[in-house]
């Protein structure tokens, strides 16, 4: 749903391990979800997109998995690396006609060495 | 890198002044959207411009407007600037339709003061 509040959820994780990241999305009828990585500084950058008619997909070391019926989605990084520090957002497109994201909290992943 | 390129990277303003930024889309992509991303939240969603016109707009003031230009790029304009309009100005292309993946440029850090 609507990103609300000022502290982020954190999630720490040892290099090399496997993170997983999760988000609840607020609207039932959404049909198309992204996560973006957004580091200090800079503009969200696309990680990788799914469907509402896909349970699940995978990119290079990513995986995101939909349930639609709890209205949740995760993000998983494979292999965690220093590079992958930054705050993670889910999306839905709740446009009509239009692509209107809305963004979740965000989470943000630290890695430690 | 994304393609989508954002004028000024930072700015600072008085509170009652007017400001312009400026976004170039990415090669190819005709619908540009503008989010505002106040610090420790998600990005919300300001409006879109397809073809020249505005295409869809989420829970904003009429004191801000857009435009879009033939060659796709596109201004936001704010005027009479509150404090609260402080926040990282973001803005994204994407090719036409309403589940396509969405670009963002590096932002326009806005300070009001």
């Known amino acids: 749903g609507e990103s609300v509040g000022l502290h982020l959820p954190t999630l720490s994780v040892q290099e090399g391990d496997n993170s997983i990241i999760n988000c609840a999305y607020s609207n039932s009828a959404s049909d198309y979800f992204i996560w973006y990585k957004q580091e200090s500084g800079k503009g969200p950058q696309f990680i990788i997109d799914?469907?509402?008619?896909?349970d699940k997909r995978q990119g290079q070391r990513v995986t995101v998995l939909l349930n639609k019926t709890v209205k949740h989605l995760s993000l998983q990084i494979a292999a965690t690396q220093p590079g992958d520090s930054a705050v993670y957002f889910c999306?839905?497109?709740?446009?009509?006609?239009?692509?209107?994201?809305?963004f979740g909290q965000g989470t943000r992943l630290t890695i430690n060495p | 890198e994304t393609g989508v390129t954002q004028s000024p990277t930072h700015l600072i303003k008085t509170r009652g002044q007017q400001v312009t930024l400026r976004c170039s889309s990415q090669?190819?992509?005709?619908?540009v959207s503008w989010y505002q991303q106040a610090l420790g939240q998600g990005p919300q969603f300001i409006f879109q411009?397809?073809?020249?016109?505005?295409?869809g707009r989420g829970n904003f003031p009429p004191r801000f407007s857009g435009l879009q230009f033939p060659n796709y790029s596109s201004e936001l304009n704010v005027n009479a600037l509150e404090l609260d309009d402080s926040a990282l100005y973001l803005c994204a292309s994407s090719k036409p339709g309403q589940n396509t993946e969405a670009f963002f440029g590096q932002g326009t850090r806005l300070t009001v003061v």
């Open positions: 999306a839905e497109n709740m446009g009509q006609g239009a692509q209107k994201l809305v």
């Open positions: 411009y397809y073809r020249e016109e505005e295409n």
């Open positions: 799914i469907r509402s008619n896909m």
């Open positions: 090669s190819g992509h005709n619908t």
